[in-house]
């Protein structure tokens, strides 16, 4: 219902703006996220917060996306004005290479500065993004991280079934498998799984296969990919986790926040969920907060990032999505 009210208040405002100029622009804030990835309340606190701390009003336009690659299209066109975005990792990458990002202002006055809350080894991580001779920590901040892996149904599936990525083409799923829509999300595995022994000998690294964008590696990862059709039911960016909870499915290639909150609510109808990550290994994403290039309202779009590394918002962000957060 959260969500449902939000998305009419965008639409409300959306049309405010449009009737009212670009002097009603300076006090919106429009905040690009994934679905299900923010306590919802904090959104109208912010609001309260930063008029406390800057004696402006703001109100934010909240819209959702549900792969990276929209988002990184609209924002490619800049027919599309968001402040605040949350790519993950190799999204900042492409958008920095592309001169899509500004840099964030860490100047916030007599406000404290709380993005130093964020993980030391976070920082690491985003320093090794190729920005293209700019450095990614002016302008990123971290937001969340997790894995990728098998949502499955513990009644029907045992765990050794799903212990390696070749479940995704064993016959007892046909029909029965819902995978994320995110192609990093599979190709990564996948080739993970096919470069199994050549990383157990050393003679490739987990990191180094991660970067491997080569014509082959490509044609391996489609090979199985092909082998893996048969069971598909759906390809997902949200609802996956839902057919889950009814039973609808009985595997699920996707994220761990969203095989904790489907879990959750699957135990509240008696249905048994459990989420393993392949033995083969998997990748760890991270996801930041950017403010886009044809950011309109970049000094609240500054705040906003600062309000989200609160330790108090953190928790209750991990709290209501089932994410970890990269502040404490």
């Known amino acids: 219902m959260k969500r449902i009210s939000y998305i009419i208040m965008t639409l409300a405002l959306a049309l405010m703006i449009s009737c009212s100029g670009n002097d009603a622009r300076q006090s919106i804030l429009k905040v690009y996220n994934w679905a299900d990835y923010i306590d919802e309340s904090l959104l109208s606190e912010f609001e309260e917060w930063y008029y406390e701390q800057t004696g402006e009003e703001v109100e934010v336009v909240y819209q959702l996306f549900d792969i990276n690659e929209i988002m990184l299209a609209k924002i490619e066109r800049g027919k599309e004005d968001f402040d605040v975005a949350c790519p993950s990792e190799y999204i900042i990458e492409r958008m920095l290479k592309n001169d899509l990002l500004l840099p ?24 090794k993004i190729d920005g293209g001779g700019k450095n990614p920590n002016d302008y990123a901040v971290g937001y969340m991280w997790g894995t990728t892996g098998f949502l499955y149904n ?58 491997d964008s080569s014509d082959e590696s490509i044609a391996i990862v489609e090979e199985l990919l092909k082998k893996t059709k048969p069971n598909v039911a759906g390809w997902e960016a949200d609802f996956g986790k839902e057919m889950m909870t009814k039973e609808k499915a009985l595997l699920n290639l996707t994220w761990s926040g969203d095989a904790v909150w489907a879990m959750e609510e699957a135990a509240d109808v008696g249905v048994e969920l459990d989420y393993t990550v392949p033995k083969e290994g998997s990748i760890v994403w991270f996801d930041g907060w950017v403010i886009p290039k044809y950011a309109k309202n970049t000094k609240a779009a500054a705040y906003f990032i600062n309000f989200m590394c609160k330790p108090e918002n953190a928790i209750r962000n991990m709290e209501e999505i089932g994410y970890v957060s990269v502040s404490g």
């Open 104 to 127: 964030i202002n860490k100047d916030f006055g007599s406000t404290p500065n709380y993005l130093d809350n964020v993980a030391p080894y976070i920082k690491e991580v985003f320093s």
């Open 154 to 211: 513990t009644r029907y599936v045992t765990e050794e079934e799903v212990d390696s990525w070749s479940a995704l083409w064993n016959p007892k799923f046909k029909g029965k498998l819902f995978v994320k829509d995110a192609f990093r999300d599979e190709y990564s595995p996948l080739l993970i799984y096919a470069n199994e022994e050549r990383i157990a000998s050393g003679e490739v690294t987990i990191d180094e296969l991660m970067h």
